[in-house]
């Protein structure tokens, strides 16, 4: 009896260690974590720039081309955007051809990843062909990509603007997050940027 | 910390205070010649390693054998198979002179592959409950991995370790060759991780071994 019982726990840890050593494959990574990436020009001094637009658009760019996500979901994006820099001192303009210090524009880049895999067994023997059939699977995330211009240092002739600041948000508006989450890691961008401000 | 020592001691108290109500001589019927054990292995991350992983991991197991050479003095060896897992929602890592920040999910996991030369000693090798102090010198393989996304940041070493033991192996009835084995253990190794803006150094850990062990008369 005792002998059984001591089977029994050793079976139970056994099944409790199998059960709890699980990471997300790398598409769920992909699809369900945002990993927000920002870099800023470190000799900006952000409290010599004042206005900006922003594009109230954003383009998609895949395999398939250019086009451009509908205003439901481009939406929550840009008024983050808006909130936070408006928040740090900004003052908005809203018409495109208005001079402005900044403009903020964002693309979103849309990658498929196709993969295959299958059950069985890899044979012992050149040219190690699976016995079993092979699936094949995709997953679709992206990244979008917000920038603010510096339109005061711009040369527009040679379309060269730089880059005061931008941040590349991972697996947003792959449909797998709820607003709050997108609004969220626009949010943490600026977080994680409290240079970017013109309140000193 | 506390808890666990409490537990522990409660365990193989209980465990001998039962075995007495069955078999008052509290006999073994023989003299073992030697025993493998094969037990679930819980670890508690200390200090560095604690900052690393601070979970405790049930996922884990050891095998081991023991030789009596004279009295209750034994040799043998352990092999272990231990993992350390933690997921850090929304960390911030930071490159403050090019202007970079990345926040992120991270996931962090050690695993871990023991393998020690065992001295031990058994007090009462022929009674139901004997237990024993034991100490481990080997090397430990250990896989660092720090997994953000699709990036799988990982580093692996191979170093020294030492685990002082203290357990008991508790014989489930006269003449039987099975047995329980309770254990707990303090290792300390040489292995480090240094993965970016993490830098751990002599990983220690406390283990608690809760198995099986066969007899060999």
């Given at each position: 009896?005792?002998?059984?019982?001591?089977?029994?726990?050793?079976?139970?840890?056994?099944?409790?260690?199998?059960?709890?050593?699980?990471?997300?494959?790398?598409?769920?990574?992909?699809?369900?974590?945002?990993?927000?990436?920002?870099?800023?020009?470190?000799?900006?001094?952000?409290?010599?720039?004042?206005?900006?637009?922003?594009?109230?658009?954003?383009?998609?760019?895949?395999?398939?081309?250019?086009?451009?996500?509908?205003?439901?979901?481009?939406?929550?994006?840009?008024?983050?955007?808006?909130?936070?820099?408006?928040?740090?001192?900004?003052?908005?303009?809203?018409?495109?051809?208005?001079?402005?210090?900044?403009?903020?524009?964002?693309?979103?880049?849309?990658?498929?990843?196709?993969?295959?895999?299958?059950?069985?067994?890899?044979?012992?023997?050149?040219?190690?062909?699976?016995?079993?059939?092979?699936?094949?699977?995709?997953?679709?995330?992206?990244?979008?990509?917000?920038?603010l211009a510096d339109m005061t240092t711009a040369n527009i002739v040679n379309n060269q603007v730089p880059i005061l600041w931008s941040a590349g948000i991972r697996?947003?508006?792959?449909?797998?997050?709820?607003?709050?989450e997108i609004t969220g890691s626009i949010d943490q961008a600026f977080i994680q940027t409290p240079q970017l401000t013109r309140n000193k | 910390m506390k808890k666990?020592?409490?537990?522990?001691?409660?365990?193989?108290?209980?465990?001998?205070?039962?075995?007495?109500?069955?078999?008052?001589?509290?006999?073994?019927?023989?003299?073992?010649?030697?025993?493998?054990?094969?037990?679930?292995?819980?670890?508690?991350?200390?200090?560095?390693?604690?900052?690393?992983?601070?979970?405790?991991?049930?996922?884990?197991?050891?095998?081991?054998?023991?030789?009596?050479?004279?009295?209750?003095?034994?040799?043998?060896?352990?092999?272990?198979?231990?993992?350390?897992?933690?997921?850090?929602?929304?960390?911030?890592?930071?490159?403050?002179?090019?202007?970079?920040?990345?926040?992120?999910?991270?996931?962090?996991?050690?695993?871990?592959?023991?393998?020690?030369?065992?001295?031990?000693?058994?007090?009462?090798?022929?009674?139901?409950?004997?237990?024993?102090?034991?100490?481990?010198?080997?090397?430990?393989?250990?896989?660092?991995?720090?997994?953000?996304?699709?990036?799988?940041?990982?580093?692996?070493?191979?170093?020294?370790?030492?685990?002082?033991?203290?357990?008991?192996?508790?014989?489930?009835?006269?003449?039987?060759?099975?047995?329980?084995?309770?254990?707990?253990?303090?290792?300390?190794?040489?292995?480090?991780?240094?993965?970016?803006?993490?830098?751990?150094?002599?990983?220690?850990?406390?283990?608690?071994?809760?198995?099986?062990?066969?007899?060999?008369?």
């Amino acid at each position: 009896m005792k002998t059984k019982l001591g089977f029994l726990i050793l079976g139970l840890g056994l099944v409790f260690t199998i059960s709890c050593t699980k990471y997300p494959p790398e598409s769920d990574r992909l699809l369900e974590d945002l990993a927000v990436m920002t870099q800023y020009d470190t000799k900006a001094v952000f409290t010599d720039y004042k206005s900006y637009y922003i594009y109230d658009t954003i383009t998609k760019i895949s395999d398939a081309g250019a086009s451009t996500i509908n205003t439901a979901t481009s939406s929550p994006v840009i008024q983050a955007i808006v909130k936070n820099m408006n928040a740090r001192g900004f003052e908005q303009h809203t018409n495109v051809t208005d001079k402005v210090d900044m403009r903020i524009r964002v693309v979103y880049y849309q990658n498929t990843t196709v993969y295959t895999y299958s059950y069985g067994w890899y044979g012992g023997y050149y040219p190690y062909y699976p016995y079993y059939p092979v699936y094949y699977s995709s997953y679709t995330t992206g990244l979008a990509d917000i920038e603010l211009a510096d339109m005061t240092t711009a040369n527009i002739v040679n379309n060269q603007v730089p880059i005061l600041w931008s941040a590349g948000i991972r697996g947003l508006l792959t449909g797998s997050h709820s607003t709050s989450e997108i609004t969220g890691s626009i949010d943490q961008a600026f977080i994680q940027t409290p240079q970017l401000t013109r309140n000193k | 910390m506390k808890k666990i020592i409490i537990i522990l001691t409660a365990f193989v108290c209980l465990a001998g205070l039962a075995q007495a109500q069955d078999t008052p001589p509290s006999s073994l019927g023989f003299t073992p010649k030697s025993y493998y054990t094969f037990s679930w292995n819980t670890t508690f991350t200390m200090g560095d390693f604690n900052k690393w992983v601070g979970n405790a991991s049930p996922a884990g197991f050891d095998m081991g054998g023991r030789y009596f050479v004279k009295n209750g003095l034994n040799v043998g060896w352990n092999i272990s198979w231990q993992r350390v897992s933690q997921i850090y929602d929304n960390e911030t890592y930071t490159i403050p002179d090019k202007g970079i920040a990345i926040n992120a999910e991270n996931y962090r996991f050690t695993w871990m592959v023991p393998f020690q030369a065992v001295v031990a000693y058994n007090l009462m090798p022929e009674k139901m409950v004997s237990p024993y102090v034991s100490l481990g010198i080997g090397g430990d393989y250990m896989e660092h991995h720090l997994m953000i996304q699709e990036y799988d940041i990982y580093k692996t070493r191979w170093d020294f370790s030492l685990t002082p033991e203290v357990g008991a192996l508790v014989k489930f009835g006269n003449f039987n060759q099975w047995g329980a084995l309770v254990a707990f253990n303090y290792k300390w190794t040489t292995n480090k991780i240094e993965l970016y803006e993490t830098t751990s150094k002599n990983l220690q850990m406390l283990n608690l071994k809760v198995g099986i062990a066969m007899i060999i008369r």
